[in-house]
């Protein structure tokens, strides 16, 4: 219910205005965002690939509703791209490549990201955002994954089609994040109850630790991640024909307690000033984080 509520409030402008210039929102800013430059998140990917984890870098920004704010997402991956240091790859989300003004502007755009990422010898991973943006994701993940195999996908559990989606992306070379769901989509198209995301995830990782593909296991779950770890061996997977991921700021121990058993890890490191929509979906996730917000409010 607060979950919602949050999320739903995210939308009003009035609430945005508020909590972007309260002072006090940048210390729970920093707790969930490398930086708001690009030099902030490269210096925070080296302290965690000198921890012996990898990165995947999102340069945030959403739902980007004119071609020039299109221009400008690509224009900032394409220069970021060539200075990435070690294993540490991007994520992308196509409404910031301009997916809401129109698909093959999208794609053109996610094309360049791409070309971009092969030069620089590393990879993307398209995000998924609303439901309503699913099928024409996957759509422009088709198109790319023709040139560019190593394209990401993600697939949400919390949707009905999930186990669907997984099985038709679980191929030879095919990179697919599992993870829960951040947004609140209609009970027509997913599962409201956690225990039933819970059960749903469970049901896609057997599908993708089954098949040929490389599953990248997103979540701070720890029954979730013990599961994905007993099914690895079931599967006589080794090491490194999959990943868990998480977050930025979260689990920071559990991080690091996974890639000391040998497991590879990569952490999601969001940067830049657009932080509004990935902060809230972050405080709606967990309610202690509300809390925390709200106790730093009265205690500025
Ligand atoms: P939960 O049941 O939410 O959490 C389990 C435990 O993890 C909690 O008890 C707590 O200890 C810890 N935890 C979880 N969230 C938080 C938090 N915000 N703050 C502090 N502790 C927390 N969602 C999308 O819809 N599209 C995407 O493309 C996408 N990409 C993602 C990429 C990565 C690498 C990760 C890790 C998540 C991504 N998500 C994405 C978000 C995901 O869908 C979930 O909303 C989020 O990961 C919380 O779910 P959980 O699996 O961690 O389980």
Same mark, same amino acid.
């Not at 990248?216 to 779950?221: G, L």
């Not at 997977?237 to 024909?241: A, I, K, L, M």
């Given at each position: 219910m607060l979950r919602r509520t949050l999320l739903a409030a995210s939308r009003s402008p009035a609430l945005r205005t508020a909590v972007v210039t309260a002072p006090v929102t940048r210390r729970v800013v920093r707790r969930f965002v490398a930086g708001d430059d690009s030099e902030r998140a490269l210096e925070a990917a080296s302290r965690l690939l000198s921890d012996g984890l990898l990165v995947s870098l999102d340069r945030l920004g959403e739902d980007v509703r004119d071609r020039a704010g299109a221009e400008a997402t690509v224009r900032a991956y394409e220069k970021l791209l060539p200075e990435l240091p070690g294993d540490t790859e991007v994520s992308v989300k196509l409404t910031a490549l301009g997916q809401a003004l129109d698909e093959d502007l999208a794609l053109a755009n996610a094309r360049r990201v791409c070309a971009a990422a092969a030069r620089a010898g590393t990879t993307v991973t398209l995000d998924m955002e609303d439901h309503t943006t699913v099928g024409s994701t996957l759509r422009v993940l088709d198109a790319l994954r023709g040139e560019y195999p190593w394209v990401g996908a993600v697939v949400q559990?919390?949707? &009905?089609r999930a186990e669907e989606y997984c099985a038709g992306l679980a191929y030879e070379g095919s990179r697919v994040r599992l993870c829960k769901g951040a947004y609140d989509p209609p009970p027509e198209v997913a599962f409201t109850r956690r225990s039933e995301v819970d059960k749903s995830y469970v049901r896609c990782l057997r599908t993708l630790m089954a098949g040929p593909g490389y599953p990248?296991?997103?979540?701070?779950?720890p029954r979730l991640i013990e599961i994905a770890d007993a099914l690895r061996l079931i599967r006589g &997977?080794?090491?490194?024909?999959f990943e868990y991921q998480m977050l930025y700021g979260i689990r920071p121990d559990e991080q690091l307690r996974l890639a000391e058993t040998g497991a590879r890890v990569r952490v999601y490191v969001p940067y830049g000033s657009e932080w509004y929509g990935y902060l809230v979906r972050r405080l709606a996730e967990r309610p202690a984080n509300l809390a925390f917000f709200l106790r730093a409010l009265l205690t500025r």
């Open positions: 559990a919390q949707l &009905r990248m296991v997103a979540t701070h779950d &997977r080794d090491s490194g024909s």
